[in-house]
């Protein structure tokens, strides 16, 4: 009947084959994680997505249920409710929805208002991650949730960890597709001089962005070799690196010995998983997994691998909140410069602007 | 000479026969509650009212003063000057302004610039209170200001609180008009469910909203029982609950129990006046009163009903601050659901959309 | 290639004839005060000066450089990179800098970008301090920069301190302009009611306000006469206090004592020297050096002189950032009143308001 009026804020300017920058609006029609599956439970959890406050529950069954933490009647979040069976409980009149969203009670009529309801977004499970669809539900379809199985396979072994930054995805995602900052900011881990430099095949498919390098004959970097034991040997390094979504980077790392010693394997695989959630403006929620296909039980290379990757992810993020830092803060406008190997960043952002641009109704 | 540029802002839009909601400018015709009279002493105080600093004092005589806590010099809050007798002294340059707000020396200058004053806002001692109309002052009629004489009155006995509240005057009323989330949100103290469901009459006058309840041969909540010692009978609760003016809303609770024990009283009253001021956008100043007629001089009832009181007004403060937060932290537009009981709410926020959009000068 | 979208804020409203206050612009063609030499080394340093983030070094040779604090190719922080020699290296992806803001490598490329380059700032250092020209490089004329040889003259002994102050390098210059503020916001150093109301001759020169004041046999204030032991005598003082730039204000006074005790001097001079440099909206910030030629090596002089300035100027700095508090977190407008003594201050404030004009383009 009365809007609330929504807090004012700049139209975002899409030009034709323009590129995304942190101004940008987040992609909408996309699966992007929610959260941990370990995360939600019977306990109301709240947790903002693109701009969105929304709780988070499962019900008995053990669905996962995301609902917008916002009542319709007044406002109320609905995580300060609590949940009767599967029926959510708003806390200040008690009205009531099933887990679909729907009114099924409202305490103060005699009628239950049956044109009632609570938005609701789709969610999927997969593996150790809850999926979220916040934009046209007509168009969440389970197959479009990008293949991160390796999660969820015997055949692999993952350490995991999370941030909450204040950074916004295009950068999260240019610093993924970038492969040339590896020596400067993670000269401890992930960088060497040698791998800044090889050629990289770059190829849009899909409104994907895909890179594959392969390097030869060359010291492996300490964040693979120390674990894999390769240290001292010279390997042959393979990757492909991508941007799978909105939602996710993904990158499949290959160190090929060849001539392991008695015993040992001739390869060993990575697959550095990366899902980025925008939270609002100016901050995005970052989980991260890095698995292998060997020393599957060995506690230790879980500790060395959790504690390289969380010391080359948070050399990012404490870069990319200083780079946000500046662009926000500053009145001076900025026209970044780009070189050739920006090009796979460019192409994603070019691919974010474009989607953003399209679900706003603008041509671009 | 030359105008200090406002802070921008969003202009609120009327539109005709709309609804008051946390964006409407405040109603500014209207007696507000400055404060305690017993905060406001020979020290300068200061206190943000309707989105104006204002400095607080009592003249020799003991008469309130609120003056614009900012000189018309040079922008010097006056709180932070000093009294001279019934004189208020700007900190900086030492300009003099009688509690008229006339300028009546500048040391500066050889003569005294009688064109210079600074705005004054007539106030009202009425009991334990201290009104303010930050409005056109040509309106300021004392007898606008609500009746409360039972503040001051010995036949009742009162307790009292206050919170500073990030929340809005228009939620505020809304909450004190509704009844039906007592069982939900305040289930320890005031909530019974019969009374969550009992047919109540509402009735505007002179843009007043009145409510009336009556509910027979029912248990008594704990926070009237209790302290009455009825909490093992059945009663018949009245309630005339009324939005009074846009700085009031009071209920006049009665409790009959139909058949007394010998000696005991067959009617207890409760007035409860809560006063509400708008501070600024995001905020408001809230001081409540819970008044009985019987047992005046009993520690162990003040204690009770405070405690009792405190801890629902704090179940609101904390609903109406999340409300509101929510509100204004999210990018996406609501429209709210109205039912039945939110009738007197609505009726409620119609005057405050008429009379914010008449003070504004827009059709309404 | 694709611009970072700016901040958006209300235009400056310039009207011809007008006066400058908080929410003008800051003049930018002008020497501003970038920090003490002492602070700027060999460690990056980072400042945000005129609303422009700014690294500061030295290269080896000892001089002073400043660069815009955010890569051209990324928005990295330079300041979170590091010096090699005399070459700046940004710390995201290596891309280095001479001392000119030219690129001299980008690691990631097999040539150097020779198109690529930051901003960087004229710089000059005069005595203690550094200055630097943040508006168009081709007015910054060295010769502009105000005379300040006094803090670098055997022939005088200054102490100094500073601040970081919530105000705006407007209100700060009519603080310093305006004498009559002294015997209230000042009653235990610099003020002395004779003081305030002494005859002053004011003119305007070359973008200049100086004033001149002469106040004979009157009781010298505490400030002066402690250190000078003339406190139980009456002399005469000479003062020309001046705007010389939006930067600077400086004092030259002098105090005469008529018959000086014997082998006393009959004259003591003290130049106050008041460096003022805008950070961003609401933000400025303020170095101080109290001079004298007398008692050259006298550490209780220095001590004295050290407090009192630091007690004076830190009365001024509660008053301008309570001033500036409520100037911006009040709704409604107010129209300062002007006096006869505002003069100077009003002469400076149009200068100010004149000058950000002409650079805004603004007719005024």
């Known amino acids: 009947m009365s809007a609330v009026i929504p807090l004012r804020r700049a139209e975002p300017a899409f030009e034709p084959g323009g590129f995304a920058n942190h101004a940008t609006p987040a992609v909408r ?11 939600i439970s019977r306990d109301l959890m709240r947790r903002k997505l693109l701009g969105v406050d929304v709780a988070l529950y499962r019900t008995l ?16 979040p609905l995580a300060k409710g609590k949940l009767d069976g599967d029926i959510l409980v708003c806390g200040y009149h008690g009205m009531q929805f099933d887990s679909s969203g729907q009114c099924v009670n409202m305490p103060s009529m005699p009628t239950t208002p049956t ?45 995991t960890g999370d941030f909450h930054m204040k950074s916004d995805y295009v950068s999260m995602h240019e610093n993924l597709l970038d492969q040339t900052h590896f020596p400067f900011l993670h000269p401890g881990t992930v960088g060497t001089p040698e ?21 030869r004959n060359s010291p492996p970097p300490g964040i693979y070799g120390v674990p894999a034991e390769i240290m001292h040997k010279r390997v042959d390094r393979y990757s492909d690196s991508q ?35 925008p939270e609002s403006d100016g901050a995005i929620h970052y989980w991260w997994f890095n698995s292998r296909d060997f020393k599957l039980h060995d506690t230790d290379a879980d500790g060395f691998l959790k504690a390289a990757s969380e010391q080359a992810y948070l050399e ?16 001076e406008p900025q026209f970044d410069l780009n070189f050739a190997p920006d090009k796979p960043g460019l192409l994603m952002r070019r691919i974010l602007h474009r989607r953003a641009a399209e679900e706003a109704g603008h041509p671009a």
Not at 63 to 72: D, G, L, S, Y
Not at 254 to 262: G, Q, S, T, Y
Not at 316 to 331: F, H
């Open 316 to 331: 990012d993020v404490d870069a990319l909140e200083a780079i946000l830092e500046v662009v926000t803060s500053e009145d």
């Open 115 to 159: 044109h009632a309801s609570v938005r609701t977004y789709p969610c999927a499970e997969r593996g150790p991650l809850v999926w979220i669809w916040m934009g046209n539900p007509d168009l969440a379809d389970p197959a479009l949730i990008p293949d991160t199985h390796w999660l969820n396979d015997p055949a692999w072994a993952s350490v």
């Open 61 to 76: 069954a053990g669905e996962p249920v995301a609902v917008r933490n916002r009542c319709p009647h007044r406002s109320f």
């Open 195 to 215: 791998y800044a430099r090889s050629k990289l095949d770059v190829r849009e498919e899909d409104d994907r962005v895909i890179i594959h390098r392969a390097l």
């Open 243 to 277: 941007f799978a979504s909105p939602a996710m980077h993904v990158a499949f790392a290959r160190i090929v010995d060849p001539e392991p010693d008695h015993g040992r394997p001739s390869q060993y695989r990575f697959n550095i998983t990366h899902l980025i959630t």
């Open 29 to 39: 029609n996309c699966w992007y994680v929610a959260g941990r599956g370990s995360e």
